[in-house]
């Protein structure tokens, strides 16, 4: 019988009981979103990344029905090398539990088990968000709703640019869910460092953000979620003029071929990686690899 409590490695479970800080690290990027072996290279060099910043890292994953925070070495290698290990968004997380299944888990659920640990920072590459045609498919992340009844810092580089950005902003506006541009005063458009849309507030250092993080801790009221949107660096994003007009190409195909519902996000990830020749794959390590770095420094500060 599967145990349903969270848990926690021995490195996590004794930095959050002595008040050190930890980074929230997702596993969808390792199982999913490299291929192989360099999508375990990631994983450990994204931990170190934490431990360079003075923050102890857990990796969040489901194995055999038990939520993990924080992963040894051998359960990052199954979780990059593992055939069978299925992706999680918060609403698995039970049926996982109960069938003792494996998977790597998404931002929601990665938001949520942290938060249940209490783990304060969470670092990811881009969120999910409102897709384009919302109009016609009502397709919205998961991640948004989750988001606006978890207390967490995301430190992120926005939402994925295959979104409709305008709206997905429109509508964590209406959920509650504050937005700190770090650095910037624009909403920064994951592969790129700006989608054009403005952010209302602004914060230069990591002393800052753990601030603002503190003050929304002080006040209360709704649990939800704090994103530090942090841009890739204008060297490191993807050619602009080049992901515009991919991006355009592969929603015309996406048209022409019918692709609808949850297929349509993994075949414009995968026409970019293709049709940009790998170059939207680095940007998004750029810019994961960014967020991971200052979400250590906004954890240490706090």
Request: proline share 5%.
């Amino acid at each position: 019988m599967p145990s349903h409590e969270l848990a926690l490695s021995e490195e996590v479970g004794e930095a959050l009981a002595a008040r050190r800080p930890v980074v929230a690290l997702e596993s969808t990027i390792i199982a999913h979103g490299l291929p192989r072996p360099r999508n375990l290279a990631v994983a450990e060099e994204l931990e170190e990344l934490v431990r360079l910043g003075g923050a102890v890292p857990a990796t969040v994953a489901v194995l055999d029905g038990r939520a993990h925070i924080g992963l040894d070495k051998g359960q990052l290698e199954r979780i990059a090398r593992d055939d069978d290990v299925r992706k999680f968004g918060h609403r698995d997380l039970a049926p996982a539990l109960a069938a003792g299944a494996s998977g790597a888990t998404t931002v929601s659920a990665t938001a949520f088990l942290a938060a249940r640990a209490g783990i304060r920072v969470f670092a990811t590459g881009g969120l999910g968000g409102v897709h384009r045609e919302w109009t016609e498919t009502q397709d919205e992340s998961a991640d948004l709703r989750l988001l606006a009844q978890t207390r967490i810092a995301v430190v992120c580089a926005g939402v994925k640019s295959i979104l409709d950005v305008p709206a997905t902003l429109q509508r964590l506006e209406t959920l509650g869910v504050g937005i700190l541009g770090y650095g910037t005063d624009r909403f920064p458009g994951f592969y790129l460092t700006s989608s054009g849309e403005p952010v209302d507030w602004t914060v230069r250092t990591p002393e800052e953000a753990a601030e603002v993080i503190r003050a929304k801790e002080a006040l209360g009221g709704p649990e939800s979620a704090l994103i530090v949107a942090n841009p890739v660096a204008e060297g490191e994003q993807l050619d602009p003029a080049l992901h515009d007009r991919v991006l355009g190409e592969a929603l015309d195909e996406c048209r022409e071929r019918g692709i609808s519902g949850q297929a349509v996000t993994p075949f414009l990830l995968d026409y970019l990686m293709r049709q940009t020749e790998g170059a939207s794959v680095e940007a998004n390590l750029a810019a994961v690899r960014g967020n991971v770095r200052l979400a250590a420094r906004i954890a240490a500060a706090l």
